[in-house]
């Protein structure tokens, strides 16, 4: 019987539309788990099915997860004229705001159709919800993203914004744990330091997530939390990984980084993936497409086994089959909503 080909613990980007010679024979060589697409990996429907066949073919797995980064608001990959615009987190809150049932309904409805618009392409793999709790004087990279600035409120919408995923078929990434509201940068171009006390944390930013452990993936902050770990952000920090993710959140599902590029994290692309993997990430992830870059990440990374491939497979199984879905009645009931909401939904 043929032994199956290991697979590394690393989700990479592409630089286009479809593959060149060089992806594919990577690809190939470096067997990575997933695949994240970005609008520079998006053109048209067919397109984008045909680029998806193509990635699973080449890594050689019909179950190789796919990821997106589709929120709403100004976070959507996907959008018009093929892709329907969706409202951002904040009018969810506003709308629970008014009536609970209501923000809550809107959430599970606004991921239910950004579920069947990535099922119908072949992702699997959703980047939401977010947790994050954004405070004043915070820098706006989570801004409108977020929920609210009430932990439970925060939380109850990212459980119906989950629901809405996995009753279509895709799987949901937790972020960005343990925590982005507080900062006062933007971590795709430099480290953010948050210096609140850690009780604090504990009541405020940890709090949104704890509700949400049970999720099968998360995303980490790259942030630094003084009080916890002054050096390392926490995508780098075996303290805060182990003591407050793992620890107070509880969360015990696969872990990966942010993106492993981003400007927050020093040193070489190399030295930042060996921090990551050293701090207790089980999977790190790299976006910008560099093949450069993703030849440095794939050389440090090491084969999927033990506790992370166990999560890894744990997280790919809880997958169920999508649930009946009426499309038109749901974005139309959607689109009144947010004209209660006093928006238009895009």
Known sequence: MQAKASIKAFITGISGTALNADERAFIARERPWGFILF????????QVGSLIDDLKACAGRADTPVLIDQEGGRVQRLGPPHWPAYPPGA????????AVAEGLKAARLSARLIAEDLRELGITVDCLPLADVPVAGADAVIGNRAYGTEPAKVAAIARAVTEGLE???ILPVLKHIP???RATAD??????????PAGDLETTDFAAFRPLADLPMA?????????LDPVHPATTSATIIERVIRGVIGFQGLLMSDDVSMNALSGSIAERTRAIFSAGCDMVLHCNGNLDEMREVAAETPELSGIALARAERALASRGAPQPFDRAAARAELDAMMMRAGTSGA
Do not use: C, E, W
């Open 91 to 98: 009018l969810f809150g506003k709308l629970y705001d008014g």
């Open 219 to 227: 995303m980490t902050a790259h942030v630094v939390f003084s009080a």
């Open 179 to 181: 925590g982005h509201g």
């Open 167 to 169: 009753q279509g078929g």
């Open 39 to 46: 609008k520079r990996n998006i053109d048209t429907p067919g």
């Open 187 to 196: 971590s795709h171009l430099r480290l953010p330091t948050v210096d609140t």
